[in-house]
């Protein structure tokens, strides 16, 4: 029995507020961690100012009032306790349970701002004078007192502490617009060169900056809705149209199929005619020479009987019957079998195949260019042709333009009963049905004239070196981010523009600039260096390129030709036509451009020199080396060609 007085002993010193000395009544824990009794605690801190609020027992300080709560598990342990020693009465815990309701319903609703004179009821104003808040019955002085009559008075605020300068412990109630900060009065003395503004008066200013920001948000927002459309519609129109030529062209190569096996299968018929009629002949014979050996034979056998007959007489009768025998030597007719006929019908289907592979090659390395509307027909009739041409594609074989023959080489659109033979293998004029032309079409057309030099076709480096040119930038048509070194020979582009003076041939829109020679005739190469990074663009471009906008980028109109890399992807743009093509591993780029012939070729130089692509054209004016730099590290040099 007395272990258990001990032990209640015990408890009862754990149970006991620091203050009064008596057991907890509505034991609260504030945030050091000690309990005390929620009217002690009140008492204490009565009449203590904002900023010194701290604990009654271990000292430590708080910035504001804590938020009180009932210790549920403490104030359970007080009631087991005093049961435990017969002190509990029904009218003390009648008494101490109304205390507590009242407490639970006084400080358990955490949305709400606690009067901070009394801590028991809900303030209904804050004061950003006094930076305090309260109840209705303590705030009377600042409705009646003229000492509180300039008091700024405000709804219910909370973290009052907050809204306080960290530096001077006063009020925000400035706003910097420089520095996009709220300030008390103390420190304006250190905005003195900025614009200071009240806080309502730096609200309606932002508001006002955010309404603009708002509507140009909302007029980003329909213009990004009205291109997507735009979009949307031009993806439409660019599948029909791709679903259009897959069509046409399964119908061109079903139909190019369709004549080259009925080719095969004529060819294929004449020899198996041929091998017909000799075999019929080579059978005739070998029955004929076959009834001669079965003759000879038996000739032979009775030859031989002969010879073994003793009888003298008997032999010399039967002998007078063979003496006006003569045997004939077999005979072998001429052999009619026509192999130079089937030679030249394998010849006629390998030179078809040659000039298809040719074609095809031609195809795959040339650029084919639409040309423009002719000036005299209007917008109506240039549509119309065409949609003519466009619907030629269907009407059958004679108005197909087949991509793999040339115009003067068609007999007609029915590949000949037997191919007429190489030029070289007939001398005389073969006696065949005159050839039927067929105009060509403006589609059609071949876009270069043809050459009034010797053709050119570098297979190395060195042969390209015979027509080797030395380029220089033109300063005047640099773009203002663009740096020229080494006499105009090395160009990189910076983010910073060059004091550069305007020139209406300078570029505007892309960081671009042309040399200051062009060519119109003759056959000119050139070789440029990368360096540093692969964001660039190398080609030639006629002097009237346009300077400012979009359509001055080189390859996206029709007065340029261009080889860019961008994303590690090489690409050949011309007439805003993109073709992707392999990147060789070199730093180094041949351009070789033929004014005479109408081409501009670009070439891989290193290990190995190879062509990386041939743009073909009719050049109508003067064409100009021209690059393109867009990345801050990457260095185009043109200067020499050693």
């Known amino acids: 029995m007395s272990i258990m007085a001990q032990s209640l002993d015990d408890m009862a010193e754990e149970l006991t507020c620091s203050i009064c000395l008596c057991l907890f009544t509505t034991p609260v824990t504030i945030p050091c961690g000690h309990n005390f009794c929620y009217e002690c605690l009140d008492l204490a801190w009565k009449g203590v100012l904002l900023e010194d609020y701290c604990c009654p027992q271990c000292r430590c300080s708080f910035d504001s009032k804590p938020n009180l709560r009932k210790n549920t598990l403490l104030s359970n342990l007080v009631n087991q306790l005093t049961a435990a020693r017969g002190e509990h009465s029904l009218e003390v815990k009648e008494k101490s349970e109304d205390v507590v309701v009242e407490e639970e319903v006084e400080i358990s609703d955490s949305d709400a701002v606690l009067c901070?004179?009394?801590?028991?009821?809900?303030?209904?104003?804050?004061?950003?004078?006094?930076?305090?808040?309260?109840?209705?019955?303590?705030?009377?002085?600042?409705?009646?007192?003229?000492?509180?009559?300039?008091?700024?008075?405000?709804?219910?605020?909370?973290?009052?502490?907050?809204?306080?300068?960290?530096?001077?412990?006063?009020?925000?109630?400035?706003?910097?617009?420089?520095?996009?900060?709220?300030?008390?009065?103390?420190?304006?003395?250190?905005?003195?060169?900025?614009?200071?503004?009240?806080?309502?008066?730096?609200?309606?200013?932002?508001?006002?900056?955010?309404?603009?920001?708002?509507?140009?948000?909302?007029?980003?927002?329909?213009?990004?809705?009205?291109?997507?459309?735009?979009?949307?519609?031009?993806?439409?129109?660019?599948?029909?149209?791709?679903?259009?030529?897959?069509?046409?062209?399964?119908?061109?190569?079903?139909?190019i199929k369709t004549l080259i096996e009925e080719e095969q299968k004529r060819a294929m018929k004449r020899i198996e005619e041929e091998e017909k009629k000799v075999n019929t002949k080579f059978n005739y014979t070998q029955s004929v020479l076959d009834k001669k050996k079965n003759e000879f034979q038996g000739l032979k056998e009775k030859v031989e009987a002969l010879l073994d007959e003793e009888d003298d007489l008997q032999f010399l009768k039967n002998a007078t019957k063979f003496q006006d025998i003569r045997p004939k030597e077999p005979f072998k007719p001429r052999n009619d079998f026509n192999e130079k006929l089937l030679h030249q019908t394998y010849r006629n289907i390998v030179s078809l195949k040659d000039a298809i592979k040719a074609k095809l090659n031609n195809l795959g390395e040339t650029e084919e260019a639409r040309p423009p509307t002719q000036p005299h027909m209007k917008g109506s009739e240039a549509d119309k042709a065409a949609s003519r041409n466009d619907s030629s594609d269907c009407r059958g074989p004679p108005q197909m333009k087949n991509p793999y023959f040339k115009e003067d080489e068609i007999l007609d659109w029915k590949l000949p009963q037997r191919l007429p033979p190489p030029k070289q293998n007939t001398p005389e004029k073969p006696k065949t049905k005159p050839r039927t032309k067929i105009p060509p079409s403006p589609a059609a057309a071949a876009p270069c004239p043809g050459p009034t030099a010797p053709r050119i076709n570098p297979s190395s480096r060195e042969e390209c070196l015979k027509f080797a040119e030395q380029l220089t930038a033109d300063p005047y048509t640099a773009h203002k981010r663009v740096i020229m070194s080494d006499n105009f020979t090395k160009l990189t582009v910076t983010?910073?523009?060059?004091?550069?003076?305007?020139?209406?041939?300078?570029?505007?829109?892309?960081?671009?600039?042309?040399?200051?020679?062009?060519?119109?005739?003759?056959?000119?190469?050139?070789?440029?260096?990368?360096?540093?990074?692969?964001?660039?663009?190398?080609?030639?471009?006629?002097?009237?390129?346009?300077?400012?906008?979009?359509?001055?980028?080189?390859?996206?109109?029709?007065?340029?030709?261009?080889?860019?890399?961008?994303?590690?992807?090489?690409?050949?743009?011309?007439?805003?036509?993109?073709?992707?093509?392999?990147?060789?591993?070199?730093?180094?780029?041949?351009?070789?451009?033929?004014?005479?012939?109408?081409?501009?070729?670009?070439y891989s130089v290193g290990k190995k020199f190879g062509q990386i692509y041939k743009f073909r054209t009719k050049f109508t004016e003067g064409v100009f080396p021209a690059f393109w730099v867009f990345s801050s590290n990457t260095i185009l040099s043109f200067g020499s060609t050693k």
């Open 495 to 602: 983010d910073s523009p060059q004091n550069y003076q305007d020139n209406p041939k300078r570029f505007t829109h892309c960081s671009q600039v042309l040399c200051s020679r062009g060519f119109t005739h003759g056959c000119y190469y050139w070789e440029v260096k990368i360096e540093g990074g692969n964001f660039s663009g190398i080609g030639v471009a006629y002097q009237t390129i346009a300077r400012k906008g979009a359509e001055s980028r080189l390859g996206r109109n029709k007065f340029s030709w261009c080889i860019e890399w961008f994303n590690g992807k090489l690409q050949a743009w011309h007439d805003d036509k993109m073709t992707d093509l392999t990147s060789p591993n070199v730093n180094t780029v041949g351009v070789l451009l033929n004014c005479d012939e109408g081409y501009v070729a670009f």
């Open 116 to 255: 901070d004179h009394c801590m028991k009821v809900a303030a209904v104003m804050t004061c950003l004078t006094c930076m305090a808040s309260f109840c209705t019955v303590h705030l009377q002085p600042h409705l009646e007192s003229k000492a509180y009559k300039d008091h700024n008075l405000k709804q219910p605020l909370r973290n009052l502490q907050q809204r306080k300068c960290a530096e001077h412990n006063k009020l925000l109630d400035c706003f910097c617009w420089e520095h996009g900060k709220c300030i008390c009065w103390n420190c304006i003395v250190n905005h003195k060169q900025c614009q200071t503004l009240s806080l309502q008066e730096g609200k309606a200013k932002k508001e006002q900056h955010l309404k603009k920001l708002l509507l140009s948000l909302n007029e980003m927002i329909e213009k990004a809705s009205g291109t997507r459309e735009e979009v949307k519609l031009e993806q439409r129109h660019a599948k029909e149209i791709t679903t259009k030529k897959k069509a046409l062209l399964d119908g061109e190569f079903e139909e």
